[in-house]
């Protein structure tokens, strides 16, 4: 028994063994040699690394531009709405003095007169503040666009001074003081009205449109008051 014992312990460990270092058993014989990294793939790491940073440095500067873009946009915006809200609140004071005129010196006028007279001077600064508009976007420096703005004012300023000569335009027109004055607010109140509305109008159809040079020349170009519409800032125009 204990010879059996002796002989079978080691034949059998010698089976154990024989099928331990088997090629079926052995992971390295089945599988194969593991590939060992060369020196390429060993360098294709770092250049993977770098070029991944390279494209994280350019997504980031790309919006970083876009980001500054938005907030000059958004600048030029509130600029522009600032100054649209000046303007608007001075042709508002304007048209309503005028009209309170008007108002008061009802029975002294004719009520189709002063509306044909408010119409036709609507008719024409709407049509010239379309033009005024339109020059508005080109550079604060050009010099048509200066000639242009001087010409109308010096145009303003002759109306002033023909409606100033009330004497004899009443003498020729055969009026009273207060029929006078009302039909000079009605044309007065046709300018202003036309003046803001074409303001308006304009900025609603073509502002958006417009790209980002000439919509900043418009902006810089429009003054906030009317009072000094045709100045020029040549220093701010540098500036920025």
């Given amino acids: ?10 034949a ?3 089976n154990e063994g024989n099928a331990a270092g088997s090629p079926a058993g052995s992971p390295e014989r089945q599988d ?8 390429e793939q060993k360098a294709g790491g770092p250049q993977s690394d770098e070029q991944t940073s390279v494209e994280r440095r350019a997504a980031e500067a790309a919006r970083d531009e876009l980001r500054m873009k938005l907030q000059q946009e958004r600048a030029l915006l509130n600029e522009l709405r600032l100054k649209r809200l000046q303007r ?3 042709y ?34 709407f049509r010239l503040t379309q033009f005024r508009e339109e020059r508005r976007t080109s550079s ?36 009273t003081d207060q029929e006078y004055l009302a039909y000079v607010s009605a044309l007065l109140t046709g300018v202003f009205l036309a003046g803001l509305v074409g303001e308006i109008y304009w900025q609603a159809r073509h502002f958006s449109p417009l790209d980002r040079e000439r919509r900043h020349n418009y902006i810089a170009n429009l ?16 500036i920025r």
């Fill in 1 to 10: 028994m204990d010879d059996q014992d002796y002989n079978f312990h080691p």
């Fill in 92 to 125: 508002a004071l304007l048209i309503s003095m005028h009209l309170f005129f008007l108002l008061a010196f009802r029975s002294f006028y004719r009520w189709w007169m002063a509306l044909l007279l408010a119409a036709a001077t609507f008719g024409m600064n």
């Fill in 88 to 90: 608007t609140a001075e």
């Fill in 32 to 39: 194969g040699p593991v590939p060992r990294e060369g020196p």
């Fill in 12 to 14: 059998d460990r010698a």
């Fill in 140 to 175: 604060p420096g050009n010099r048509k666009r200066i000639m242009a703005d001087a010409f109308e004012s010096v145009l303003f300023l002759v109306f002033i001074a023909v409606l100033s000569a009330g004497g004899l335009l009443q003498h020729l027109l055969d009026v």
């Fill in 223 to 238: 003054r906030r008051t009317i009072v000094l519409p045709y100045t020029i800032s040549r220093r701010k125009h540098e």
